[in-house]
């Protein structure tokens, strides 16, 4: 269970930074940390929990991968994206982003 | 995990739309956006008119035990390639124009892809990775109008669409780890229905809150008007209906089909509250937009809430149908009002997007104002149009029910599809009986004004892509006559005819 309480901090701590911190750099960041509590929770609790049925080897493993590989993604494409932000508006504070509202 | 050479038919409409993306990025690469573009359209017709054919003609099956196939979710994977060919083709102007544009027509036909792909996935693992390819797709196509504000508004979708995969990846992570190491959705569901259920029911509502931010339900939807009003209207188009659909067809198989078993009243409640809350806020707010694209990205949050009534309500075959019926004819209806904003956009380059903007079009551009006024309709969902019949069966289900809060709802429901007429009957008043634009409703003449404002300008999306309005012209009559004929469709041939061809694998 132990890891299942790491993973929860892990996921909480990357929340309040995604909605406290101002700065797009800082935001993602926040945003892997709880992709990472994610994965943590996902390999910490299949490889602790006794179940019934054993699974197939290597598929814990391989899920786990799957998840890594969908956080990288995610970064590429969302750095890509504050980058384009950044050239065009010369900023990447969270507050100076109000242009599209209403 | 071998596929029989019979079933290979199943999977190609895929193939085909995939195909069409990987060679339409070669073609780009070596010979020009024209040829590119029209690769793509062609992959996706072919593909989509595989779907249906599959839809109608194949038992429902599944493929390699992790696909399912025939039946609805073919129908639904053929709708949405088709939606897809007829943006892309509505579109010809702005992306065989627009420097990214080959690129943006290659993502779209991924978005189609994939969304085909979530529509029929069996697994759960497999959810996950079409929603985020989904979610990635529509990042790049936000962005891709190249200005501040679509900038803006992509990377507010971007940190948005972030929190919702860390909600969905830790709700995997609850039901992979306590539930025995499994990815197969009806395998899981089996596992739930023996094993505790605490564990399960958070982690449902973990995978249900991502869900309703894929979907822009309330309260998840604020990206919603956003990307709608910055990015290019076809692609806009495409990014409203796809995978919205696609999104509901998957949470129809997961929620109605895989884990509908064992005790999950409180899911229905947390439906029920995320349906009125989408209705009442996605209707009130669309009354007082001024922006076509804003209304439109506010009337989707109310439409989607009337889709969740329905996995509120008990899972019944009929039930599940209806949600298909329903979203699909929302995702024509929606992807033919864009095409028609994008073919007003090329007739009148000065347009700012607002509705007082499009005032006269329809007198002065017959088809193109039926085309749009028939989408209007069935977005309000009159009779005879495919909204109406999505709204029946939906709005039936929840009537008939015992549960009153579920009738309630019913009632809701219908009693705000009568006050979406407050604005969607506006853009038919300014179609047809508002006097042509006047200047305050004109963008100010570059030079007049600061860079900065004249980028704040939702039509000014680049110049170059101004053209012939006949492409968007011809692809809003198309999607207009597909409403009409999935409207009429159940008047020759019965409501089970259209329920029939959605129907849900389970």
């Known amino acids: 269970m132990n890891v299942a309480i790491l993973a929860s901090v892990l996921f909480a701590v990357g929340l309040y930074g ?41 598929v814990v493993e391989a899920v786990g991968l799957f998840i890594i590989i969908l956080a990288a993604a995610e970064a590429a494409v969302a750095l890509g994206i504050v980058m384009a932000v950044a050239r065009r508006r010369r900023t990447t504070r969270v507050d100076d982003l109000t242009e599209v509202s209403g | 995990m071998s596929i029989p050479r019979e079933d290979i038919v199943l999977i190609l409409p895929i193939a085909l739309a995939l195909a069409g993306a990987v060679l339409g990025l070669i073609a780009d690469a070596f010979h020009g956006r024209r040829l590119a573009v ?83 996935s069996l697994d759960l693992l497999l959810v996950i990775i079409c929603l985020e390819a989904l979610a990635l797709s529509g990042y790049a196509l936000t962005a891709q109008a190249r200005n501040g504000r679509s900038a803006e508004a992509s990377v507010k979708y971007v940190i948005q669409g972030s929190v919702a995969t860390g909600l969905l990846v830790l709700g995997f992570a609850i039901l992979f780890g306590v539930y025995g190491s499994k990815t197969d959705l009806l395998e899981i569901g089996i596992a739930i229905g023996s094993g505790p259920v605490e564990p399960a029911l958070a982690a449902m509502g973990l995978i249900v809150s991502a869900f ?110 209806a949600m298909l019926v329903l979203v699909v004819a929302y995702g024509m209806a929606v992807a033919c009002a864009f095409l028609g904003a994008e073919a007003v956009r090329q007739i009148r380059p000065e347009w700012d997007g607002s509705i007082d903007g499009m005032a006269g079009i329809g007198r002065s551009q017959p088809v193109l104002g039926v085309g749009i006024a028939i989408a209007m309709f069935s977005l309000t969902g009159m009779p005879l149009t495919a909204g109406f019949w999505g709204k029946f069966g939906v709005f039936g289900a ?94 020759f041939w019965g409501l089970e005819w259209l329920y029939e061809l959605f129907y849900v694998f389970g």
């Open chain 2, 398 to 491: 929840a009537l008939v029910d015992e549960w009153q809060w579920l009738v309630a709802i019913g009632v809701l429901g219908i009693l705000a599809s009568v006050v979406s007429f407050g604005y969607y009957g506006r853009v038919l008043r300014a179609l047809y009986f508002d006097a042509e634009a006047e200047a305050s409703t004109v963008r100010e003449e570059p030079g007049s004004e600061s860079s900065a404002e004249a980028e704040a300008n939702p039509s000014l999306f680049d110049a170059s892509t101004d053209g012939s309005s006949v492409p968007a012209q011809a692809a809003t009559a198309i999607a207009a006559l597909a409403i009409m004929a999935l409207g009429l469709a159940p008047v």
């Open chain 2, 38 to 120: 029209s690769i793509v359209i062609l992959g996706l017709a072919a593909g989509g008119a595989l779907g249906i054919w599959v839809a109608v003609n194949e038992d429902p099956r599944s493929v390699a035990d992790i696909l399912a196939a025939g039946g609805g979710t073919s129908a639904v994977g053929g709708a949405v390639m088709l939606i897809g060919a007829v943006a892309v083709f509505g579109g010809w102007t702005w992306f065989t124009r627009s420097s990214m544009g080959a690129g943006a027509a290659v993502l779209i036909s991924i978005v189609c892809a994939t969304s085909a792909t979530l529509a029929a």
């Open chain 2, 212 to 321: 309703a931010y894929k979907l822009g339900a309330f309260p998840f939807h604020s990206w919603a008007p956003d990307v709608f009003e910055t990015a290019p209207p076809p692609s806009a188009g495409a990014m409203a209906s796809i995978p919205k659909i696609a999104a509901v067809s998957a949470a129809v198989f997961v929620f109605g089909v895989a884990f509908g078993v064992g005790d999950t009243g409180s899911l229905s409640t947390l439906w029920l509250v995320l349906a009125a809350g989408s209705i009442l806020f996605g209707n009130l707010v669309a009354l007082k937009q001024t922006s076509y694209g804003r209304m439109l990205g506010y009337s989707g949050i109310a439409q989607v809430g009337y889709v969740l009534v329905g996995l509120a309500a008990p899972q019944a075959t009929w039930t599940m149908s």
């Open chain 1, 18 to 58: 995604v909605l406290t911190r101002r700065d797009l750099i800082a935001v993602l960041a926040s945003v892997e940390v709880m992709l990472g509590g994610a994965s943590v929770m996902l390999v910490g609790l299949a490889t602790t929990i006794e179940s019934a049925a054993a699974p197939e080897a290597g």
